[in-house]
């Protein structure tokens, strides 16, 4: 399973990456968690990156696409990976799909934690103050000023991501303010095989005979029915108006609509099958 979580800094896309590894057996690839160690470890790539990311600003698509282009070449990787804070940009997306198809791969779906950029704000304002009191360590983009300016590249950068993928059709949301637990299963639930698949998988168990009843649908064979019923009314209707013309050519009668009211006598209206009965006798 290939996966990407789209969403803002703060709309849960790590909490719920950890909930999928653990249920589908695959890795979480965070190039944010990447570029962070990078920075750590003091090597070149996290030189490079450490001011961008302390203004909350992107690291150029190159450095970010050669990371993860390394990292889903490893082992760990082959039995499939939720992508969290990558594609950000629509140039990394098409070089992900690039990655992806020189390897004979591709992604399985693109899920998008959509959130009130408000409350996310009011979020990690508090969570910043519950730290402080703490007095544990903060992450120097965790605060709320440099939050903004994350959102604000997301928006401009990021977010034209999730048409990117609707055009695609690969692209499902969620509501990412539900509690958690209600996000892992509204994930969950977009992951499980359709209804469309149980459903194929009942029309694979099916006798050669079946298959052919079930791919004519009901309502086909109802129009063919009616088809041929309205065919062969219009001919028994046909042949009728064919003795009538005959009939009246012997009897030198004029023709009357069938709808039509002849006059009696008095000038009262006759109905036709009276006129028929009178005639007849
Ligand atoms: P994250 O933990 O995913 O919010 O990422 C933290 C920071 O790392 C971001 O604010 C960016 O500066 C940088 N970063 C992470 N992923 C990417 C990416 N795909 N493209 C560019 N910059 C990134």
């Known amino acids: 399973m290939r996966l990407i979580l789209l969403g803002p800094p703060g709309a849960g896309k790590g909490t719920q990456a950890q909930r999928l590894i653990a249920k589908h057996?695959?890795?979480?690839?965070?190039?944010?968690?990447m570029l962070r160690a990078a920075?750590?470890?003091?090597?070149?790539?996290?030189?490079?990156?450490?001011?961008?990311?302390?203004?909350?600003?992107l690291v150029p698509d190159e450095v970010v696409v050669a990371i993860i282009a390394d990292r889903?070449?490893?082992?760990?990787?082959?039995?499939?990976?939720?992508?969290?804070?990558?594609?950000?940009?629509?140039?990394?997306?098409?070089?992900?799909?690039?990655l992806l198809a020189e390897r004979g791969l591709s992604l399985d779906g693109v899920i998008e934690?959509?959130?009130?950029?408000?409350?996310?704000?009011?979020?990690?304002?508090?969570?910043?103050a519950e730290m402080t009191a703490r007095?544990?360590?903060?992450?120097?983009?965790?605060?709320p000023e440099v939050l903004k300016d994350r959102l604000a590249a997301y928006r401009a950068q990021t977010a034209p991501l999730a048409d990117y993928y609707a055009h695609k059709g690969m692209l499902k949301t969620v509501d990412g303010m539900a509690p958690v637990d209600a996000v892992t299963v509204a994930i969950d639930r977009i992951l499980r095989p359709t209804g469309a698949a149980t459903?194929?998988?009942?029309?694979?168990?099916?006798?050669?005979?079946?298959?052919?009843?079930?791919?004519?649908p009901n309502k086909t064979k109802k129009t063919?029915?009616?088809?041929?019923?309205?065919?062969?009314?219009?001919?028994?209707?046909?042949?009728?108006?064919?003795?009538?013309?005959a009939k009246r050519r012997k009897s030198g009668r004029k023709p009357v609509a069938k709808t039509g009211r002849a006059k009696n006598k008095s000038g009262q209206a006759k109905s036709l099958t009276r006129r028929r009965l009178t005639k007849a006798r």
Request: cysteine-free; glycine content about 10%; proline content about 3%.
């Open 199 to 216: 459903t194929s998988a009942k029309a694979a168990n099916r006798t050669p005979a079946a298959k052919k009843a079930a791919k004519k």
């Open 113 to 128: 934690l959509k959130v009130d950029e408000g409350i996310l704000l009011k979020r990690i304002e508090n969570r910043v």
């Open 25 to 33: 057996g695959i890795v979480q690839l965070s190039t944010g968690d």
């Open 135 to 143: 007095g544990e360590p903060l992450r120097k983009d965790d605060n």
């Open 72 to 98: 889903i070449g490893q082992p760990d990787a082959k039995r499939g990976f939720v992508l969290d804070g990558f594609p950000r940009t629509v140039a990394q997306a098409e070089a992900l799909e690039q």
């Open 39 to 57: 920075v750590a470890a003091g090597s070149e790539i996290g030189q490079r990156a450490k001011s961008i990311m302390d203004a909350g600003q």
């Open 224 to 245: 063919a029915k009616k088809a041929t019923k309205a065919k062969s009314a219009s001919k028994s209707s046909a042949r009728k108006a064919a003795s009538a013309g």
